[in-house]
């Protein structure tokens, strides 16, 4: 799996006349990652064509057991962030 440090490098390379620096491509990095947040936090969801579509979808309050114990325990109803990989992904990673 790639860090953000081998992303960043790559990115750089991929692009050098965009990213002169690796600053430059961190810069980068980062305002994609705050805006990715930003609209998955805002339940509009995000859509990367070639890559998939984030999206955020409620959980409903479920039981469960406790596992030390199994004692059943409830489980509250949360927020979940979910990815769904666009087709020509899903198709380049069966090759």
């Known amino acids: 799996m790639l860090t953000k440090a081998e992303f960043v490098v790559a990115l750089k390379d991929t692009l050098p006349e965009v990213f002169e620096t690796k600053v430059s491509a961190e810069k980068a990095y980062d305002a994609f990652c705050k805006v990715l947040t930003k609209g998955v936090v805002s339940e509009q969801g995000v859509r990367l064509p070639n890559v998939g579509a984030f999206s955020v979808y409620d959980r409903a309050e479920r039981t469960g057991r406790n596992p030390q114990t199994g004692q059943p325990m409830t489980i ?14 899903m198709e380049s990673v069966n090759k």
Do not use: E, G, I
């Open 76 to 89: 509250p109803a949360r927020k979940v962030v979910k990815f769904s990989p666009a087709k020509a992904l």
